[in-house]
């Protein structure tokens, strides 16, 4: 397999996850009743779009065509989130658990991805502004979790 093309399929893969991620926090946006945790989760969906449109780019840089929307997982994984909160009694503190858990995720995808040492370093340093604003992330969620608790 061509090189152009391995880069390619592992960012198609981080790519759909971002998607995956976008449309998991903008359907938690819409969950919750905290204006300030409507405000985080909007402002995550948007810096998904964002680290979307970026690998995109990327992809298309290698001859590559991106995968246009999410997958099948992460569908199930958003419907699992809703019914999970029509039966919960604190829906906020539930949506936070399953947004560290995704975030979690992802963080693990992209410390995978940037184990992989063979990429231009451009894209290295692409990954590791994203990694690092996931990080971050993750940090939020638990504080917005201690401040419900």
């Known amino acids: 397999m061509k090189y152009?093309?391995?880069?390619?399929?592992?960012?198609?893969?981080?790519?759909?996850?971002?998607?995956?991620?976008?449309?998991?926090?903008?359907?938690?946006?819409k969950e919750v009743?905290?204006?300030?945790?409507?405000e985080f989760f909007?402002?995550?969906?948007?810096?998904?779009?964002?680290?979307?449109?970026?690998?995109?780019?990327e992809i298309l840089t290698y001859g590559e065509m991106p995968e246009?929307?999410?997958?099948?997982?992460g569908t199930m994984h958003r419907n699992w989130m809703t019914l999970k909160n029509t039966f919960s009694s604190n829906s906020e503190e539930v949506i936070l658990e399953e947004a560290l858990r995704g975030e979690k995720a992802s963080l693990e995808e992209y410390n995978n991805l940037l184990s992989n040492n063979n990429f231009p370093s451009r894209l290295i340093e692409l990954l590791r502004e994203q990694r690092n604003v996931i990080?971050?992330?993750?940090?939020?969620?638990?504080?917005?979790?201690?401040?419900?608790?």
């Open 4 to 29: 152009e093309k391995i880069i390619s399929d592992k960012l198609n893969e981080l790519l759909i996850k971002n998607y995956d991620a976008e449309s998991g926090y903008i359907k938690a946006m």
């Open 33 to 38: 009743d905290n204006t300030n945790l409507k």
């Open 42 to 57: 909007g402002k995550q969906a948007e810096q998904r779009s964002i680290f979307a449109r970026q690998l995109r780019t």
């Open 68 to 73: 246009d929307s999410g997958s099948l997982k």
């Open 135 to 149: 990080e971050n992330s993750i940090n939020k969620v638990k504080i917005y979790e201690e401040s419900l608790a």
